[in-house]
């Protein structure tokens, strides 16, 4: 898909890279100095420092010691942009590479800084923040994917024939970019008890995210959201008038996008209503005992169990070498969708996500598929093997789609050899890309993708606290 690209002074020194003179292959023990400098970093943690230097500390790889203190941080080094308005934080937070906010992918940006809220109440206010941000965003349009920080900017999709609107940088409808908002809200009240971003505009939000999902099931019309874009790329837009192949109204939610803003070819995307189902009870909580809106919350508990028995019903279908397995996609008349795909939520991600439990049966022969040739998206080549995807194309492999492999995995060899796969495949430049080509990673894309980042500092802490036996 083209992206209009965001240059934070440059592309190389935003994403904390070296100059082409490096080269870890002819000098493997020389880890030079990549991430951006102190005084250009938009925000510094002492307690992130504070893990830094401990994992590096105790951690026997020195590589992998490296590739922490250039990776964890990097949502924080170079994407965030905090902000005060009449005493409220708001935080914008872009991808990287693209001067926009997607609510998912900021969501998981900053997912893995949470357990550090509690040791750093700057920290703390900042993803405090991201929350009021996000509630802000949703009351903008339910049904955009991502934002821009100037409400009056019209951007590059502006001419996409839905109904765009000023500060919105993609109207591309996607089931997740509710819910992401949802899981960060919910584990920060969690972790700190606050209940400062839970005032009326986060109410609104949750108001607008029930009116949304409950429209996309189809039920009675089609609802109000269609989308086309006049491009080349067929997956950048939505088939049948701007609505997407029909669906029979079984009770599932239509997403007409994936979480790789590719569009849905069954608009029932399983692992997204999976998602939808933990978020929809996690919003109940919240609002029953938050902000006492009972009503509200009895409406999301009761979609979230129609929800998880259309799933029961129709997304489980019976794969002729795996048996009984989880579809990626359904559209409820008996079609559906074999494969996986990188972006999260995947079927791979559903333990991650809380949607599953990871010893599932129907988990377990799902993971046994998606991680095998018989899933048309998983690349094995002489450099790694990993699942990618539509978005980037034949023989890319995702590292976050290794990273939730590791993440979701069980086994001590595997979490090890996932871990290994990633230290070898950066393409010599000590940071995650959004792919790389299976027997080349010096083949890759997006230089400066901050989720892959974070989310591979993620599994590092996570392997470093439970079994740092498998770091040195």
Not at 222 to 236: H, I, K, N, V
Request: aromatic share 12%.
């Amino acid at each position: 898909m083209k992206r209009r690209t965001f240059i934070q002074n440059t592309s190389l020194l935003g994403a904390g890279l070296w100059a082409s003179k490096f080269s870890l292959a002819s000098t493997p023990q020389d880890f030079p100095t990549v991430r951006i400098s102190e005084s250009q970093r938009h925000f510094s943690s002492e307690a992130i420092e504070r893990a830094i230097q401990e994992f590096q500390r105790h951690t026997g790889n020195k590589e992998l010691g490296w590739l922490f203190g250039n990776c964890f941080p990097n949502t924080l080094d170079t994407t965030v942009f905090p902000e005060e308005k009449n005493g409220k934080p708001y935080t914008y937070v872009i991808t990287g590479d693209i001067d926009a906010m997607w609510l998912r992918d900021s969501c998981a940006q900053v997912w893995p800084y949470l357990p550090f809220m509690a040791a750093d109440q700057n920290l703390q206010r900042l993803i405090s923040g991201l929350v009021n941000k996000q509630s802000q965003c949703i009351n903008i349009d339910p049904y955009a994917n991502a934002f821009y920080n100037d409400p009056t900017r019209v951007g590059e999709w502006g001419t996409d024939h839905t109904d765009m609107k000023p500060g919105i940088h993609e109207r591309k409808w996607e089931i997740d970019s509710l819910c992401y908002p949802i899981r960060l809200a919910y584990a920060y009240w969690k972790a700190t008890e606050d209940n400062t971003p839970f005032d009326s505009e986060w109410v609104t939000a949750q108001r607008n995210i029930l009116k949304t999902f409950k429209e996309q099931q189809r039920k009675e019309n089609l609802g109000p959201y269609r989308f086309e874009r006049t491009t080349a790329r067929g997956s950048d837009t939505l088939q049948v008038d701007g609505y997407g192949y029909p669906v029979n109204p079984v009770g599932l939610i239509c997403s007409g996008f994936r979480p790789s803003d590719d569009s849905t070819i069954f608009s029932f995307l399983i692992p997204s209503n999976l998602f939808a189902i933990v978020s929809l009870r996690q919003s109940a909580e919240m609002l029953a005992n938050i902000a006492n809106e009972q009503s509200l919350a009895k409406e999301m508990l009761d979609l979230a169990d129609e929800v998880e028995k259309a799933v029961r019903a129709y997304g489980i279908v019976d794969h002729p070498m795996h048996g009984r397995v989880y579809a990626y996609e359904v559209d409820g008349f008996g079609s559906y969708m074999m494969m996986d795909d990188a972006n999260i939520p995947s079927l791979l991600s559903l333990p991650y996500l809380g949607a599953v439990d990871a010893s599932d049966p129907i988990y377990q022969r799902t993971r046994a598929y998606i991680l095998s040739e018989s899933n048309p998206f998983f690349f094995k080549g002489s450099a790694a093997e990993g699942i990618g995807g539509p978005h980037i194309g034949r023989d890319m492999i995702w590292p976050m789609a290794i990273t939730m492999r590791g993440l979701t995995a069980t086994d001590d060899d595997e979490i090890k050899s996932c871990i290994e796969s990633l230290r070898r495949t950066h393409g010599d430049t000590g940071f995650m890309h959004e792919s790389f080509h299976k027997d080349d990673p010096k083949k890759f894309t997006r230089k400066w993708f901050a989720w892959s980042n974070t989310l591979f500092g993620e599994f590092l802490w996570k392997t470093y606290k439970e079994k740092p036996y498998l770091l040195k």
